[in-house]
């Protein structure tokens, strides 16, 4: 395909973009999911005491795809909408990483994304590296037809790094399964051959795994049984708080009520729910299913509507799991964040500065490269069953993915003991060490 200079970039000044959000920081803390996740990873490297060529190595994205994807609409109207594919290291196997449709999706929290699954997929020891992609669009203004369309159109323009072995796409906020069959089949017709390893979190018809659906929860409920027996806290009756009631949240409230946890608050776009007496995750998620969101939640059910969503993030719960977007526990509400575990399931919920907040109050924090890595791992599985031809049934994916996510915690756990770091700085120089030995083996071409 031939490559139009205009609409692609493969060179960002990485380092430049953070030192110019860092001059930029407000009241000491920035905004920007880049730079925080670069602070991030400055801990780990610092504690580990990298030399500047192995951080130059593993620290910046390594190529930056930005296109114009015209998309002829229902009405017979061409619009513009913009893309973006970041891979940010490939020394440990493929890049990894979903694409997710959203307003609000610009380079920085794509490049932010793709650090992130580099090291999330290090933490778990899976053989990929990391990737994200994202387009600027609210789908729920498009109808199927033209929802088709921009998603062919985005996997076209960027055949030319998607492969099985090269970038692995998956599902992320607001693509789903039948989005990733398009991906699939784009693909396919473009290679003449049926290519189910290209994508992930596929149809089960179409080569998805079993257990793909739960497996972000399924894996943050693992982290949260290691967290429980390390405390000795009793699951049956704890608190819960849940930010987000997407494919995650809903499933971690479903799998934690099981477990006998007391599910006393959830929220999404449209609203924040409470109620003393717990909520039932199975009632809300029909509600749902049927209403498209938890909108007017509180005059279906006997629960209390909060005025302010975000106060259900400083509710006196015993497990707080933010499940929606960056950057949502700051400098300005983490002393009043009153949970005694953060289990995070969603990516970059709480800034360096909130760390810092959390550490000195106590908190626990099962961080989000370790904390949302089942979804990758069951991907991982599902791109290793497309490439057997042979399937698993759903109890060996979960057995797997409790074999993965219990030693990438214990392997977490023992390291922000024996360095005497947080869990989050612990799972960075996990992951760090894995990313910069596989560099170093490699070496460089020349």
Not at 128 to 137: L, N, S, T, W, Y
Not at 231 to 246: E, N, P
Not at 378 to 392: A, D, H
């Amino acid at each position: 395909m031939k490559k139009t200079k205009s609409l692609r970039r493969e060179a960002v000044d990485y380092e430049k973009l953070y030192e110019e959000t860092i001059k930029e920081l407000h009241d000491g803390e920035s905004s920007s999911a880049f730079a925080n996740a670069l602070k991030q990873f400055d801990r780990a490297a610092e504690t580990l005491k990298l030399t500047n060529n192995q951080v130059a190595v593993i620290k910046d994205p390594r190529r930056v795809v930005q296109v114009k994807l015209p998309v002829r609409m229902d009405d017979g109207s061409i619009k513009i909408f913009k893309g973006f594919r970041v891979q940010h290291n490939i020394a440990r196997g493929p890049a990894k990483g979903g694409v997710r449709f959203h307003p609000d999706v610009n380079e920085d929290e794509v490049a932010a994304l793709a650090f992130w699954m580099t090291y999330k997929c290090a933490v778990v020891n899976i053989p990929f590296g990391g990737g994200k992609g994202g387009i600027v669009v609210d789908p729920r203004k498009l109808s199927m037809g033209e929802l088709e369309r921009l998603a062919r159109r985005y996997f076209a323009e960027m055949m030319d790094i998607f492969g099985p072995e090269r970038d692995v796409p998956a599902p992320d906020v607001n693509t789903n399964p039948q989005i990733m069959a398009w991906f699939m089949d784009t693909y396919s017709m473009h290679h003449q051959n049926y290519i189910p390893g290209v994508v992930t979190g596929k149809p089960i018809d179409l080569g998805g795994s079993q257990g793909r659906n739960s497996a972000t929860a399924q894996g943050m409920v693992h982290c949260v049984h290691k967290a429980a027996d390390y405390f000795k806290m009793d699951l049956k009756g704890t608190t819960v708080a849940i930010q987000g009631y997407g494919n995650a949240g809903s499933f971690a409230a479903r799998l934690l009520a099981k477990d006998g946890c007391i599910i006393k608050a959830i929220s999404d776009v449209d609203g924040a729910f409470f109620s003393d007496k717990g909520i039932d995750p199975e009632n809300a998620c029909q509600y749902v299913e049927k209403n498209g969101s938890l909108i007017n939640y509180d005059k279906a059910a006997k629960v209390k509507k909060i005025a302010d969503p975000m106060k259900l993030l400083e509710l006196d719960v015993d497990i707080l799991i933010p499940a929606a977007l960056e950057n949502q526990i700051t400098h300005k509400n983490a002393d009043k964040v009153r949970a005694r575990i953060i289990a995070e399931c969603a990516n970059g919920p709480l800034t360096t500065e909130a760390d810092d907040i959390m550490e000195k109050k106590g908190t626990f924090i099962i961080p989000d490269i370790l904390c949302n890595a089942g979804g990758v791992t069951v991907s991982y599985f599902e791109w290793v069953q497309n490439r057997m031809g042979y399937y698993w049934d759903e109890d060996r994916v979960l057995d797997e993915l409790k074999r993965y996510m219990d030693k990438a915690f214990d392997d977490v756990l023992r390291t922000s003991i024996h360095y005497n770091v947080p869990m989050r700085t612990a799972a960075f120089i996990v992951s760090i060490q894995r990313v910069t030995r596989a560099a170093e083996l490699r070496g460089l071409y020349a």
